[in-house]
């Protein structure tokens, strides 16, 4: 069962007293990629029988969405056996730690070049493509194919693209699967790193930023168990968990206009927080209120709340590499 599983590492109780509250924390990917590919075959199903009990105008669209769902699970799936695999070594991890720089800054942004000189990632595109590509159309597959087999320069270009939000550059059949192969790595480095250096365990965020890798949030977590009612952002491209204050802005840090939305009742355990001061807006997935949550799949599964609030003038300050803006 999902709920007795958990890719958050236990708590440690060795030193007496309060325990402080970590600014960033690292998940088991194991087990994140395991509940993640889970959850998404949970809501494929519950999508499908919808799509049965609805009325016939509905259906389609519901069996479309589990079609998607489906295939997602199965590409997270291919993301843990990359990891299991094919783990990175500390050394395929050392272009990453030249863009941290050290101490608590912000990290530098990849540039086109060290894409193209990192090899773990390609090899992990073409590994995802060829393990989950088969669940897409023959005209998706070898668009796909064709761009594994590209020179390193090629997808390094659309790689770049991707990361520095130019979605509107990147082939749209490949951002899914360029995204999943590049976080499959960088998480992978992310955490090799955080075991080899302390201060790492202490970076903090700037404007709403991952501090280890800058990519943007997925949405926060209100989490559950030894840290219950704590909140941290999940970053879309490496998984780290930062602290961040409840009732505080992720984006411009005010708390004056904080507010809550949601289509239930005030303990729903997924609301959106947005901020008057700046018009920006996360999703809260309350894992003390439903801890079978998983932040980018149940995102998924609750789009037309993102519809809602953009009516209301709201602007989305994260990202679902599952559905890149178009």
């Known amino acids: 069962m999902i709920k007795d599983r958990t890719d958050i590492p236990a708590l440690d109780k060795r030193v007496p007293g309060v325990p402080a509250i970590e600014p ?17 075959e949970e809501l ?18 519901d069996e479309v969405n589990a079609g998607y769902f489906g295939f997602l699970a199965t590409l997270v799936a291919a993301q843990g056996r990359i990891l299991a695999h094919s783990p990175l070594s500390l050394a395929d991890a050392a272009p990453v ?18 894409l193209e000189n990192t090899q773990y990632w390609q090899k992990a595109f073409a590994a995802l493509v060829a393990d989950a590509g088969d669940h897409l159309p023959a005209e998706t597959q ?35 699967f360029l995204w999943a192969a590049l976080s499959v790595f960088w998480a992978q480095a992310i955490a090799l790193l955080a075991q080899d250096d302390a201060t790492l365990h202490q970076r903090r965020s ?32 490496c998984e780290t968990r930062w602290h961040k204050v409840r009732a505080t802005c992720s984006v411009c840090d005010e708390t004056g206009h904080i507010d809550y939305w949601s289509f239930e009742d005030t303990n729903a355990p997924i609301q959106a927080e947005t901020c008057g001061d700046c018009k920006s807006y996360v999703k809260l997935f309350r894992l003390d209120r439903d801890p079978a949550l998983e932040i980018l799949a149940d995102d998924l599964a609750t789009v037309v709340l993102d519809a ?16 890149f803006p178009a």
């Open 24 to 40: 960033v924390l690292f998940p088991k990917l194991d087990a994140l990629y395991a509940r993640r590919s889970s959850r998404l």
């Open 44 to 61: 494929a199903f519950e999508l499908v029988k919808e799509a049965v009990q609805n009325e016939a105008s509905s259906a389609p669209a």
């Open 97 to 114: 730690r030249a863009l941290l720089r050290g101490g608590s800054t912000s990290p530098d942004i990849p540039s086109q070049e060290m």
């Open 142 to 176: 070898e668009s796909l194919q064709a761009l594994a087999a590209e020179q390193p320069g090629v997808l390094a270009a659309q790689a770049y693209a991707l990361l520095s939000g130019q979605y509107d550059q990147v082939n749209a059949g490949a951002a899914v």
């Open 206 to 237: 700037e404007g709403g930023a991952c501090p280890c890798c800058g990519a943007p949030p997925s949405g926060s977590l209100v989490l559950t168990g030894d840290r219950e009612g704590l909140r941290y952002l999940q970053c879309s491209l």
């Open 308 to 323: 809602a609030l953009e009516e209301q003038g709201f602007i989305r300050a994260a990202l679902n590499p599952f559905s």
